[in-house]
Protein backbone atom coordinates (compact mmCIF):
# COMPACT_ATOMS: atom_id res chain seq x y z
CA UNK A 1 0.00 0.00 0.00
CA UNK A 2 1.58 3.45 -0.76
CA UNK A 3 2.10 5.41 2.77
CA UNK A 4 -0.14 8.33 2.69
CA UNK A 5 0.77 11.34 1.83
CA UNK A 6 1.62 14.50 4.84
CA UNK A 7 0.72 18.18 4.03
CA UNK A 8 2.53 20.79 5.79
CA UNK A 9 -0.18 23.12 5.02
CA UNK A 10 -3.92 23.60 4.20
CA UNK A 11 -4.77 26.06 1.85
CA UNK A 12 -8.73 27.02 1.43
CA UNK A 13 -10.52 28.11 -1.28
CA UNK A 14 -14.38 29.94 -1.02
CA UNK A 15 -14.90 29.94 -4.47
CA UNK A 16 -18.42 29.66 -6.53
CA UNK A 17 -18.84 26.22 -7.92
CA UNK A 18 -18.08 26.87 -11.34
CA UNK A 19 -14.82 28.05 -10.52
CA UNK A 20 -13.84 25.25 -8.59
CA UNK A 21 -14.71 23.28 -11.67
CA UNK A 22 -12.51 25.37 -14.19
CA UNK A 23 -9.58 25.83 -11.92
CA UNK A 24 -9.37 23.57 -8.93
CA UNK A 25 -8.41 20.47 -11.61
CA UNK A 26 -6.77 17.59 -10.57
CA UNK A 27 -3.55 18.55 -11.89
CA UNK A 28 -3.68 21.24 -9.88
CA UNK A 29 -4.60 19.26 -6.55
CA UNK A 30 -1.82 17.15 -7.43
CA UNK A 31 0.90 20.15 -8.25
CA UNK A 32 -0.14 21.41 -4.25
CA UNK A 33 0.58 17.81 -3.04
CA UNK A 34 3.69 17.54 -4.75
CA UNK A 35 4.57 20.73 -2.45
CA UNK A 36 3.18 19.49 0.81
CA UNK A 37 -0.27 21.69 0.41
CA UNK A 38 -3.46 20.36 0.44
CA UNK A 39 -6.60 22.16 -0.89
CA UNK A 40 -9.74 22.62 1.30
CA UNK A 41 -12.90 23.99 -0.24
CA UNK A 42 -14.76 26.03 2.32
CA UNK A 43 -17.75 25.70 3.20
CA UNK A 44 -19.32 28.98 3.03
CA UNK A 45 -22.82 28.10 3.99
CA UNK A 46 -21.43 27.19 7.46
CA UNK A 47 -19.16 29.36 9.82
CA UNK A 48 -15.42 29.64 8.91
CA UNK A 49 -14.74 29.38 12.51
CA UNK A 50 -16.12 26.06 12.21
CA UNK A 51 -13.76 24.67 8.96
CA UNK A 52 -9.92 24.13 9.04
CA UNK A 53 -7.30 24.96 10.82
CA UNK A 54 -6.29 26.54 7.23
CA UNK A 55 -3.10 28.37 6.82
CA UNK A 56 -3.77 30.30 3.82
CA UNK A 57 -7.18 31.39 2.61
CA UNK A 58 -8.23 32.42 -1.09
CA UNK A 59 -11.48 33.26 -2.30
CA UNK A 60 -14.06 35.21 -4.42
CA UNK A 61 -17.22 35.58 -3.28
CA UNK A 62 -19.61 38.12 -3.72
CA UNK A 63 -21.91 38.40 -1.07
CA UNK A 64 -21.73 40.49 2.15
CA UNK A 65 -22.33 37.68 4.64
CA UNK A 66 -18.64 36.04 3.33
CA UNK A 67 -17.42 39.59 3.93
CA UNK A 68 -18.46 39.63 7.58
CA UNK A 69 -17.31 35.77 8.06
CA UNK A 70 -13.46 37.04 6.42
CA UNK A 71 -13.49 39.46 8.71
CA UNK A 72 -14.43 37.93 11.85
CA UNK A 73 -12.22 34.89 11.06
CA UNK A 74 -8.94 37.61 10.39
CA UNK A 75 -9.65 39.45 14.25
CA UNK A 76 -9.50 35.53 15.24
CA UNK A 77 -6.44 34.14 13.49
CA UNK A 78 -4.14 37.28 12.60
CA UNK A 79 -1.10 35.26 11.26
CA UNK A 80 -3.67 33.11 8.47
CA UNK A 81 -2.98 35.43 5.44
CA UNK A 82 -6.26 36.01 3.46
CA UNK A 83 -5.65 36.70 -0.54
CA UNK A 84 -7.11 39.10 -1.25
CA UNK A 85 -8.71 41.91 0.56
CA UNK A 86 -12.41 42.89 -0.09
CA UNK A 87 -12.29 46.37 0.07
CA UNK A 88 -9.59 46.23 -2.84
CA UNK A 89 -11.53 43.65 -4.64
CA UNK A 90 -14.33 45.34 -4.50
CA UNK A 91 -12.77 48.00 -6.78
CA UNK A 92 -12.69 45.56 -9.56
CA UNK A 93 -16.34 44.90 -8.98
CA UNK A 94 -17.50 48.58 -10.11
CA UNK A 95 -16.41 49.75 -13.42
CA UNK A 96 -16.51 53.38 -12.54
CA UNK A 97 -13.37 52.86 -10.22
CA UNK A 98 -12.00 49.39 -11.87
CA UNK A 99 -9.83 51.21 -14.35
CA UNK A 100 -8.73 54.21 -11.64
CA UNK A 101 -5.04 52.52 -10.86
CA UNK A 102 -4.15 52.59 -15.24
CA UNK A 103 -3.47 55.87 -14.88
CA UNK A 104 -0.60 55.55 -11.96
CA UNK A 105 1.33 53.61 -14.33
CA UNK A 106 4.77 54.34 -14.99
CA UNK A 107 4.54 53.01 -18.36
CA UNK A 108 2.46 54.43 -21.68
CA UNK A 109 -0.90 52.94 -21.94
CA UNK A 110 -4.14 54.09 -20.79
CA UNK A 111 -7.91 53.65 -20.73
CA UNK A 112 -10.36 54.35 -23.24
CA UNK A 113 -12.59 58.05 -22.38
CA UNK A 114 -15.32 56.56 -20.91
CA UNK A 115 -18.83 57.76 -18.58
CA UNK A 116 -20.85 56.48 -16.16
CA UNK A 117 -23.90 57.02 -17.12
CA UNK A 118 -27.32 56.51 -14.73
CA UNK A 119 -30.05 58.09 -16.99
CA UNK A 120 -29.60 56.95 -20.80
CA UNK A 121 -32.65 58.16 -22.46
CA UNK A 122 -31.68 61.23 -21.43
CA UNK A 123 -28.29 61.14 -22.77
CA UNK A 124 -29.73 59.91 -25.97
CA UNK A 125 -30.96 63.31 -26.84
CA UNK A 126 -27.91 65.11 -25.57
CA UNK A 127 -25.76 65.57 -28.67
CA UNK A 128 -23.31 68.31 -27.03
CA UNK A 129 -22.12 65.78 -24.21
CA UNK A 130 -18.79 65.03 -26.50
CA UNK A 131 -18.99 61.56 -26.68
CA UNK A 132 -17.19 60.06 -29.57
CA UNK A 133 -19.21 57.06 -31.20
CA UNK A 134 -18.72 54.02 -31.64
CA UNK A 135 -19.13 53.09 -27.82
CA UNK A 136 -18.97 50.19 -25.63
CA UNK A 137 -22.12 50.17 -23.06
CA UNK A 138 -20.77 47.71 -20.34
CA UNK A 139 -23.28 47.11 -17.11
CA UNK A 140 -21.46 48.89 -13.75
CA UNK A 141 -21.93 46.18 -11.72
CA UNK A 142 -19.42 43.18 -12.21
CA UNK A 143 -21.16 40.78 -9.81
CA UNK A 144 -20.86 37.12 -11.38
CA UNK A 145 -23.88 37.41 -13.10
CA UNK A 146 -23.82 36.54 -17.17
CA UNK A 147 -25.53 39.74 -17.33
CA UNK A 148 -22.38 41.84 -16.03
CA UNK A 149 -21.05 40.52 -19.08
CA UNK A 150 -23.98 41.43 -21.73
CA UNK A 151 -22.43 44.63 -23.65
CA UNK A 152 -23.32 46.58 -26.53
CA UNK A 153 -21.71 48.20 -29.32
CA UNK A 154 -23.34 51.37 -30.20
CA UNK A 155 -22.44 53.15 -33.47
CA UNK A 156 -24.61 55.38 -33.15
CA UNK A 157 -26.29 58.25 -30.32
CA UNK A 158 -30.24 56.69 -31.70
CA UNK A 159 -28.69 53.50 -30.15
CA UNK A 160 -28.25 55.01 -26.51
CA UNK A 161 -32.07 54.53 -26.41
CA UNK A 162 -33.11 51.86 -24.32
CA UNK A 163 -29.64 50.91 -22.72
CA UNK A 164 -30.26 49.34 -19.42
CA UNK A 165 -28.75 51.94 -16.55
CA UNK A 166 -26.55 51.97 -14.81
CA UNK A 167 -24.56 51.42 -17.38
CA UNK A 168 -20.48 52.65 -18.49
CA UNK A 169 -20.10 54.14 -22.04
CA UNK A 170 -16.42 53.66 -23.07
CA UNK A 171 -15.52 54.61 -26.44
CA UNK A 172 -14.63 51.89 -28.84
CA UNK A 173 -11.05 51.66 -30.03
CA UNK A 174 -10.06 49.68 -33.57
CA UNK A 175 -7.38 47.23 -32.39
CA UNK A 176 -7.24 44.56 -35.25
CA UNK A 177 -9.72 42.20 -33.59
CA UNK A 178 -6.98 40.70 -30.99
CA UNK A 179 -7.01 41.25 -27.39
CA UNK A 180 -4.24 40.83 -25.06
CA UNK A 181 -5.17 38.72 -21.91
CA UNK A 182 -2.81 39.04 -19.36
CA UNK A 183 -3.21 36.10 -16.30
CA UNK A 184 -1.20 37.79 -12.52
CA UNK A 185 -0.54 35.70 -9.90
CA UNK A 186 1.50 37.60 -7.37
CA UNK A 187 4.59 38.80 -9.13
CA UNK A 188 4.40 36.00 -12.43
CA UNK A 189 2.58 37.48 -15.74
CA UNK A 190 1.34 35.64 -18.46
CA UNK A 191 -0.02 36.86 -21.63
CA UNK A 192 -2.21 35.13 -23.99
CA UNK A 193 -3.96 36.15 -27.19
CA UNK A 194 -7.41 36.05 -27.47
CA UNK A 195 -9.74 37.12 -30.46
CA UNK A 196 -11.82 40.26 -30.08
CA UNK A 197 -14.64 42.64 -31.66
CA UNK A 198 -13.57 43.44 -35.45
CA UNK A 199 -12.79 47.02 -36.21
CA UNK A 200 -15.41 49.26 -37.21
CA UNK A 201 -15.11 50.91 -40.58
CA UNK A 202 -15.64 54.03 -41.24
CA UNK A 203 -18.96 54.35 -42.87
CA UNK A 204 -20.30 52.49 -40.08
CA UNK A 205 -20.76 55.51 -38.63
CA UNK A 206 -22.70 57.29 -40.29
CA UNK A 207 -25.69 58.43 -39.12
CA UNK A 208 -27.42 58.23 -41.70
CA UNK A 209 -26.24 54.75 -42.26
CA UNK A 210 -29.20 52.32 -42.65
CA UNK A 211 -27.54 49.36 -40.41
CA UNK A 212 -28.34 48.91 -36.45
CA UNK A 213 -27.74 51.80 -34.65
CA UNK A 214 -26.19 49.02 -31.82
CA UNK A 215 -25.50 45.69 -31.54
CA UNK A 216 -25.44 43.37 -28.81
CA UNK A 217 -22.39 40.53 -27.96
CA UNK A 218 -21.18 39.07 -24.54
CA UNK A 219 -18.04 36.61 -23.83
CA UNK A 220 -16.42 37.53 -27.10
CA UNK A 221 -12.93 36.89 -25.79
CA UNK A 222 -12.87 33.91 -24.33
CA UNK A 223 -11.94 31.79 -26.75
CA UNK A 224 -7.90 31.55 -27.59
CA UNK A 225 -6.77 32.88 -30.90
CA UNK A 226 -6.21 30.17 -33.36
CA UNK A 227 -1.92 30.52 -34.09
CA UNK A 228 -1.69 31.91 -37.33
CA UNK A 229 2.18 31.49 -37.04
CA UNK A 230 2.91 35.10 -36.34
CA UNK A 231 1.66 34.98 -32.75
CA UNK A 232 4.95 35.73 -31.45
CA UNK A 233 6.08 38.71 -33.61
CA UNK A 234 2.79 39.97 -32.59
CA UNK A 235 2.81 39.79 -28.99
CA UNK A 236 3.40 43.42 -26.56
CA UNK A 237 6.97 43.47 -25.76
CA UNK A 238 7.34 41.16 -22.80
CA UNK A 239 9.12 44.00 -19.98
CA UNK A 240 6.04 46.25 -20.77
CA UNK A 241 3.64 43.67 -20.26
CA UNK A 242 5.70 42.89 -16.84
CA UNK A 243 5.97 46.57 -15.74
CA UNK A 244 1.66 47.24 -16.26
CA UNK A 245 1.20 43.86 -13.99
CA UNK A 246 3.28 45.13 -11.32
CA UNK A 247 1.87 47.90 -11.66
CA UNK A 248 -1.58 47.23 -11.36
CA UNK A 249 -1.00 44.69 -8.82
CA UNK A 250 0.54 47.26 -6.35
CA UNK A 251 -1.71 50.03 -6.79
CA UNK A 252 -4.77 47.77 -6.42
CA UNK A 253 -3.07 46.09 -3.90
CA UNK A 254 -4.11 42.70 -5.35
CA UNK A 255 -2.30 39.59 -6.11
CA UNK A 256 -4.55 37.63 -8.36
CA UNK A 257 -5.84 39.28 -11.57
CA UNK A 258 -6.17 39.42 -15.02
CA UNK A 259 -6.45 42.38 -17.40
CA UNK A 260 -7.44 42.99 -20.71
CA UNK A 261 -5.36 45.25 -23.02
CA UNK A 262 -5.77 46.52 -26.51
CA UNK A 263 -3.19 48.11 -29.14
CA UNK A 264 -4.52 50.73 -31.45
CA UNK A 265 -1.69 50.58 -34.25
CA UNK A 266 -1.71 53.73 -36.35
CA UNK A 267 0.44 55.86 -38.63
CA UNK A 268 -0.37 59.19 -36.76
CA UNK A 269 0.30 57.59 -33.69
CA UNK A 270 2.04 54.69 -33.50
CA UNK A 271 0.93 51.94 -31.29
CA UNK A 272 -1.36 52.99 -28.32
CA UNK A 273 -2.22 50.66 -25.50
CA UNK A 274 -5.77 50.41 -23.44
CA UNK A 275 -6.34 49.04 -20.76
CA UNK A 276 -10.28 47.84 -20.90
CA UNK A 277 -11.25 45.34 -17.96
CA UNK A 278 -9.79 44.09 -14.98
CA UNK A 279 -11.01 40.89 -13.38
CA UNK A 280 -10.69 39.58 -9.65
CA UNK A 281 -9.75 35.49 -9.76
CA UNK A 282 -10.31 35.01 -13.17
CA UNK A 283 -10.74 31.59 -15.39
CA UNK A 284 -6.96 30.24 -14.34
CA UNK A 285 -6.96 27.34 -16.05
CA UNK A 286 -6.74 28.96 -19.35
CA UNK A 287 -3.41 30.01 -18.63
CA UNK A 288 -0.94 27.83 -19.57
CA UNK A 289 1.65 26.23 -16.52
CA UNK A 290 -1.06 27.70 -14.19
CA UNK A 291 -0.61 24.94 -11.71
CA UNK A 292 2.85 26.06 -11.18
CA UNK A 293 2.36 29.84 -10.89
CA UNK A 294 -0.71 29.40 -8.24
CA UNK A 295 1.40 26.59 -6.34
CA UNK A 296 4.71 28.66 -6.05
CA UNK A 297 2.39 31.79 -5.12
CA UNK A 298 0.61 30.04 -2.70
CA UNK A 299 3.98 29.02 -1.53
CA UNK A 300 5.09 32.79 -1.32
CA UNK A 301 2.85 33.84 0.72
CA UNK A 302 2.92 30.97 3.68
CA UNK A 303 6.52 31.80 3.63
CA UNK A 304 5.61 35.62 3.68
CA UNK A 305 3.66 34.94 6.92
CA UNK A 306 6.58 33.35 8.81
CA UNK A 307 5.42 29.44 8.06
CA UNK A 308 8.76 27.50 6.93
CA UNK A 309 8.98 26.57 3.47
CA UNK A 310 10.65 24.40 2.09
CA UNK A 311 12.97 26.42 -0.44
CA UNK A 312 11.90 29.39 0.53
CA UNK A 313 14.17 29.35 3.53
CA UNK A 314 14.38 33.26 3.99
CA UNK A 315 13.71 34.25 0.63
CA UNK A 316 10.36 35.89 -0.55
CA UNK A 317 9.22 35.95 -3.90
CA UNK A 318 8.11 39.35 -5.16
CA UNK A 319 4.78 38.78 -3.50
CA UNK A 320 6.36 39.22 0.23
CA UNK A 321 7.27 43.09 -1.20
CA UNK A 322 4.10 43.68 -1.97
CA UNK A 323 2.90 42.33 1.30
CA UNK A 324 4.46 45.98 2.39
CA UNK A 325 3.03 47.71 -0.77
CA UNK A 326 -0.33 46.76 -0.07
CA UNK A 327 -0.45 48.09 3.86
CA UNK A 328 0.23 51.35 2.43
CA UNK A 329 -1.93 51.52 -0.65
CA UNK A 330 -4.97 49.69 0.46
CA UNK A 331 -4.72 50.39 4.27
CA UNK A 332 -5.70 47.66 6.57
CA UNK A 333 -6.74 45.14 5.06
CA UNK A 334 -8.03 41.64 5.70
CA UNK A 335 -4.86 39.02 6.61
CA UNK A 336 -1.25 40.36 5.40
CA UNK A 337 -0.98 42.83 7.87
CA UNK A 338 0.65 40.87 10.45
CA UNK A 339 3.25 38.24 10.23
CA UNK A 340 3.51 35.54 12.75
CA UNK A 341 5.61 32.23 12.68
CA UNK A 342 3.97 28.72 13.92
CA UNK A 343 0.30 26.90 12.77
CA UNK A 344 -2.57 28.95 13.32
CA UNK A 345 -5.95 27.79 14.88
CA UNK A 346 -3.99 24.63 16.68
N1 LIG B 1 -13.04 50.13 -25.45
C1 LIG B 1 -13.07 49.03 -26.19
N2 LIG B 1 -12.64 49.08 -27.48
C2 LIG B 1 -12.67 47.97 -28.24
N3 LIG B 1 -13.14 46.77 -27.85
C3 LIG B 1 -13.57 46.67 -26.58
C4 LIG B 1 -13.56 47.78 -25.69
N4 LIG B 1 -14.05 47.38 -24.50
C5 LIG B 1 -14.38 46.09 -24.65
N5 LIG B 1 -14.09 45.64 -25.89
C6 LIG B 1 -14.35 44.28 -26.40
O1 LIG B 1 -15.44 43.77 -25.69
C7 LIG B 1 -15.06 42.63 -24.91
C8 LIG B 1 -15.83 42.64 -23.59
O2 LIG B 1 -15.52 43.79 -22.84
P1 LIG B 1 -14.97 43.63 -21.35
O3 LIG B 1 -13.70 42.88 -21.40
O4 LIG B 1 -14.97 44.95 -20.73
O5 LIG B 1 -16.15 42.74 -20.74
P2 LIG B 1 -16.18 41.58 -19.63
O6 LIG B 1 -17.50 40.92 -19.76
O7 LIG B 1 -15.85 42.18 -18.34
O8 LIG B 1 -15.03 40.56 -20.10
P3 LIG B 1 -14.40 39.33 -19.22
O9 LIG B 1 -15.07 38.11 -19.70
O10 LIG B 1 -12.94 39.42 -19.62
O11 LIG B 1 -14.64 39.68 -17.81
C9 LIG B 1 -13.55 42.78 -24.76
O12 LIG B 1 -12.94 41.55 -24.51
C10 LIG B 1 -13.17 43.33 -26.13
O13 LIG B 1 -13.23 42.30 -27.10
O1 LIG C 1 -17.52 34.67 -13.40
P1 LIG C 1 -17.34 36.16 -13.22
O2 LIG C 1 -17.31 36.59 -11.80
O3 LIG C 1 -18.29 36.93 -14.07
O4 LIG C 1 -15.85 36.51 -13.74
C1 LIG C 1 -15.36 36.02 -14.97
C2 LIG C 1 -14.33 37.04 -15.49
O5 LIG C 1 -15.00 38.22 -15.78
C3 LIG C 1 -13.65 36.51 -16.74
O6 LIG C 1 -12.64 37.41 -17.08
C4 LIG C 1 -13.05 35.12 -16.53
O7 LIG C 1 -12.59 34.59 -17.77
P2 LIG C 1 -11.12 34.85 -18.37
O8 LIG C 1 -10.13 34.10 -17.52
O9 LIG C 1 -11.21 34.31 -19.79
O10 LIG C 1 -10.89 36.34 -18.34
C5 LIG C 1 -14.07 34.16 -16.00
O11 LIG C 1 -13.42 32.97 -15.64
P3 LIG C 1 -14.10 31.49 -15.82
O12 LIG C 1 -13.69 31.09 -17.21
O13 LIG C 1 -13.46 30.68 -14.75
O14 LIG C 1 -15.56 31.67 -15.66
C6 LIG C 1 -14.71 34.68 -14.73
O15 LIG C 1 -13.69 34.85 -13.74
MG1 LIG D 1 -12.83 41.28 -20.51
MG1 LIG E 1 -14.42 41.55 -17.04
Known amino acids: MAPEKSFSYTVGYALLPEKVSSV ?8 AAERGMRLV ?16 LVHKMYDRGWRAQLEDF ?32 PVPVSVPTQVVVTDAAALANNPDDGLRFPLIAKPLAVD ?18 GLRA ?38 RLLDTYGGDASVPFANISNQPLPDDGDADADMPDAGFVDEVARGLRRGLGLHLLNFDMIRERSEEH ?22 TALTDFFLEMLAASGRPVHGHG ?33
Do not use: W
Not at 41 to 56: M, T, W
Open 270 to 291: GDRYFVIDINYFPGYAKMPGYE
Open 166 to 203: PVVLQEFVNHGGVLFKVYVVGDHATCVRRSSLPDVPSH
Open 144 to 161: GSAESHDMRLVYRRDGLR
Open 314 to 346: GQLGGSGLDIEARKLEAGPGIGLTEVESGRAQA
Open 24 to 31: VQPSLVAA
Open 41 to 56: AVDVSRPLAEQGPFDL
Open 74 to 105: TARHPSVPVVDSPAAIDRLLDRATMLDAVSGL
